[in-house]
């Protein structure tokens, strides 16, 4: 995951790569929940090989802690004009060429409040994150599937359950029977979502059982995340960037 993490940190610094893009998600719009749950819930989740227990680092710096509440309150209000005060003039919005507000705009429709920005940023926001880099002025990356994935395992073929008790089912269907439940696993995809599949994702843990977990309940490492650095002494976001 380091290699991921060095090879975004580059481009934030102007370093060009053919890299592949993703599209905004169309997901329904939900209300953000305070970040600070994430750390709340840590107490629940045992450290392992194959579970990721949820990070927030945000506190350790109180001037990017108020600089998320304000972003987090924009983006509950959906409102574009709090909003884009909150990003670098530079923000970079994929791993191809342009980047720049006007293009963040352009991008995700800001101006809509039925943009798929607002669920998917505030959805970034509310699983914490992590400081990446060295020195006095690190980034800080968000959601910590991303900041904290780890390197020894494949972020291609893999996703983060971000819950306990999430339960793996025996079908794609509510209704399935509970296999066994999931907290904060780390599980291998087996195969692609079809798209009369989309809210189920078909998984093996790591003890070998397999199922069909609900899309809500898991996140790719290589999904939509958000960087923040400090630009002329403010907090700013830098990159909001899905794939690899």
Same mark, same amino acid.
């Given at each position: 995951?380091?290699?991921?993490?060095?090879?975004?940190?580059?481009?934030?610094?102007?370093?060009?790569?053919?890299?592949?893009?993703?599209?905004?998600?169309?997901?329904?719009?939900?209300?953000?929940?305070?970040?600070?749950?994430?750390?709340?819930?840590?107490?629940?989740?045992?450290?392992?090989?194959?579970?990721?227990?949820?990070?927030?680092?945000?506190?350790?710096?109180?001037?990017?802690?108020?600089?998320?509440?304000?972003?987090?309150?924009?983006?509950?209000?959906?409102?574009?004009?709090?909003?884009?005060?909150?990003?670098?003039? #530079?923000?970079?919005?994929?791993?191809?060429?342009?980047?720049?507000?006007? #293009?963040?705009?352009?991008?995700?429709?800001?101006?809509?409040? #039925?943009?798929?920005?607002?669920?998917?940023?505030?959805?970034?926001?509310?699983?914490?994150?992590?400081?990446?880099?060295?020195?006095?002025?690190?980034?800080?990356?968000?959601?910590?599937?991303?900041?904290?994935?780890?390197? #020894?395992?494949?972020?291609?073929?893999?996703?983060?359950?971000?819950?306990?008790?999430?339960?793996?089912?025996?079908?794609?269907?509510?209704?399935?029977?509970?296999?066994?439940?999931?907290?904060?696993?780390?599980?291998?995809?087996?195969?692609?979502?079809?798209?009369?599949?989309?809210?189920?994702?078909?998984?093996?843990?790591?003890?070998?059982?397999?199922?069909?977990?609900?899309?809500?309940?898991?996140?790719?490492?290589?999904?939509?995340?958000?960087?923040?650095?400090?630009?002329?002494?403010?907090?700013?976001?830098?990159?909001?960037?899905?794939?690899?």
């Amino acid at each position: 995951m380091k290699v991921v993490a060095i090879a975004v940190l580059s481009l934030l610094c102007g370093t060009s790569c053919d890299k592949r893009e993703a599209a905004p998600p169309a997901t329904a719009p939900v209300p953000p929940v305070p970040a600070a749950t994430v750390t709340e819930s840590h107490e629940t989740c045992t450290a392992g090989k194959m579970t990721l227990c949820p990070v927030d680092e945000a506190a350790q710096d109180p001037a990017l802690a108020a600089y998320r509440t304000k972003l987090l309150d924009a983006v509950a209000r959906k409102d574009e004009a709090s909003l884009l005060p909150l990003l670098a003039d #530079d923000l970079r919005v994929s791993f191809g060429g342009g980047g720049g507000i006007a #293009d963040f705009q352009k991008h995700w429709k800001t101006s809509s409040p #039925d943009s798929p920005l607002w669920a998917e940023l505030g959805a970034i926001l509310e699983h914490g994150g992590s400081f990446i880099g060295e020195g006095t002025n690190p980034s800080f990356w968000a959601p910590y599937v991303y900041s904290k994935w780890p390197d #020894d395992v494949d972020a291609f073929e893999h996703l983060a359950v971000m819950r306990a008790g999430a339960p793996l089912r025996n079908g794609a269907d509510d209704a399935a029977a509970v296999v066994r439940t999931l907290d904060w696993a780390i599980v291998k995809v087996l195969e692609p979502a079809s798209d009369s599949q989309a809210a189920w994702r078909h998984v093996r843990a790591a003890d070998g059982t397999e199922g069909w977990v609900s899309t809500k309940d898991v996140r790719s490492p290589i999904g939509y995340r958000a960087g923040f650095n400090q630009v002329n002494g403010q907090w700013k976001m830098t990159a909001l960037v899905a794939g690899d």
